[in-house]
């Protein structure tokens, strides 16, 4: 007997949250004009071992508790915070999808990121690790409160429907390259498939392997759509897109592989997982694809 799939509610609330619903808002960050003699108070009496820099509202450096022991063992004069900080700051948008933010902890083995709009770069919040279980815990509570009220109308809307065969199809039309509303298509399929009353363990499968499929078309398609048919034994999914096409599947299909450009990798996405992830959640999976004329994905998860 084939293994279930299954997708916890943890990897779905990576995915369907952003770095705004888990960041701490109130950041502890230190004017440019400081002085280095005032840094040691600051961290002392807020119990911080760093601190963003900011010039008004924008994030233009960073500065830590090695920075300030560095500057005392040297024994130089006092000068301005501006002369110690770090200007190469490793930061998060305020938008990125969580699932894309996560492997970056591990990548460059920070504790915390700096969080900043995308136009102007003001510095909005600082996201850690904690923060990041405080707002899945949060989110888990609130999950347990919906499924409870769900129990008392479990039955299907498909069984109150009489014909010799149902189905519904939906599409949604993806933009390339706008990553604003990206992910936009797998949210509105999922609130779809819970007012069916679609099983929390479907809905989640449904959502991730949509979500996946809908980043790859704004990312290297020239625009798309994703097609699914909903039926009483199964959901199809059909992503389709007129992009670049992809030259070797199998080495797609491979974790970590990508063809993103760095623009698209500093934003957060393209880490080469979609694939990889979409076959983990579904039943039954085909991809064709010709280069220079686009790709099709084909879906199907059963119910």
């Not at 999808?97 to 700096?114: H, Q, T, W």
């Not at 510095?123 to 009220?149: C, D, P, Q």
């Amino acid at each position: 007997m084939a293994e279930e799939k299954r997708v916890t509610r943890v990897q779905e609330l990576i995915y369907e949250l952003t770095v705004s619903d888990v960041m701490k808002e109130d950041v502890i960050a230190i004017p440019v004009q400081t002085k280095m003699s005032e840094l040691r108070e600051t961290l002392r009496s807020n119990h911080i071992s760093g601190a963003p820099i900011v010039d008004g509202d924008k994030l233009i450096g960073i500065i830590s508790l090695q920075d300030f022991i560095d500057w005392l063992a040297e024994g130089q004069s006092d000068c301005s915070i501006s002369e110690m900080m770090t200007v190469d700051v490793k930061t998060l948008y305020i938008d990125e999808p969580l699932v894309n933010v996560i492997d970056k902890f591990d990548k460059y083995g920070f504790g915390r990121f700096p969080v900043i709009t995308r136009r102007g770069e003001r510095l909005v919040g600082i996201l850690t690790k904690g923060t990041i279980v405080e707002g899945l815990l949060e989110k888990l509570a609130i999950t347990r409160r919906e499924e409870e009220e769900l129990r008392y109308r479990t039955n299907s809307i498909f069984e109150n429907i009489i014909a010799d065969k149902i189905n519904m199809n939906l599409q949604y039309t993806i933009v390339a390259q706008d990553f604003q509303r990206a992910g936009g298509s797998a949210s509105g399929l999922k609130k779809t498939l819970k007012y069916f009353n679609i099983h929390p363990r479907i809905v989640r499968r449904v959502a991730v392997a949509t979500y996946e499929a809908e980043m790859n078309i704004v990312i290297y398609g020239n625009g798309g759509e994703i097609l699914v048919k909903i039926e009483p034994h199964q959901i199809e999914i059909v992503a389709l897109d007129s992009g670049q096409g992809i030259p070797d599947i199998e080495k797609a299909m491979q974790p970590g592989y990508s063809t993103a450009p760095s623009w698209i990798r500093e934003m957060g996405f393209g880490a080469g997982m979609g694939l990889a992830n979409i076959k983990k959640c579904v039943d039954e999976m085909s991809l064709t694809s010709t280069v220079g004329e686009g790709t099709h994905l084909k879906m199907s998860i059963n119910i």
